[in-house]
């Protein structure tokens, strides 16, 4: 069974930054383009970044220049640096796998606040 495991969240203040890393096995990694979503109560879950199989990425506007998707494929992890945070970035983010179909992790929550 495919597993997503999410690691790096916390309490960060303002303007501080977090490192968000997601390990995958039982996948055949280097296929998949894999994403970071982000959830907040009451509300639909959100793409923040992704990155293709072939390394090309994409985020959503309001983290364009802060975050930061990348993937290590020879150890099977996708990680989201996390610069600049603010308060409206806090959610619990979710790890996702995604080539036909998608796999998501279990989630990690992100707080900033002073």
């Known amino acids: 069974q495919v597993q997503l495991v999410e690691s790096g969240g916390g309490l960060v203040q303002p303007g501080g930054s977090l490192r968000l890393s997601c390990a995958a096995s039982?996948?055949?990694?280097?296929?998949?383009?894999m994403a970071w979503y982000r959830q907040v109560p009451g509300k639909q879950r959100e793409l923040v970044a992704a990155?293709?199989?072939?390394?090309?990425?994409n985020y959503t506007d309001s983290v364009k220049g802060r975050f930061t998707i990348s993937r290590d494929d020879a150890k099977n992890t996708v990680s989201l640096q996390m610069n600049g945070l603010k308060p409206e970035d806090t959610a619990v983010y979710y790890c996702?796998?995604?080539?036909?179909?998608?796999?998501w992790g279990q989630g990690t929550q992100v707080t900033v606040s002073s």
């Open positions: 990155i293709t199989s072939g390394g090309s990425t």
């Open positions: 039982r996948i055949i990694f280097t296929i998949y383009r």
């Open positions: 996702n796998a995604y080539r036909v179909i998608e796999y």
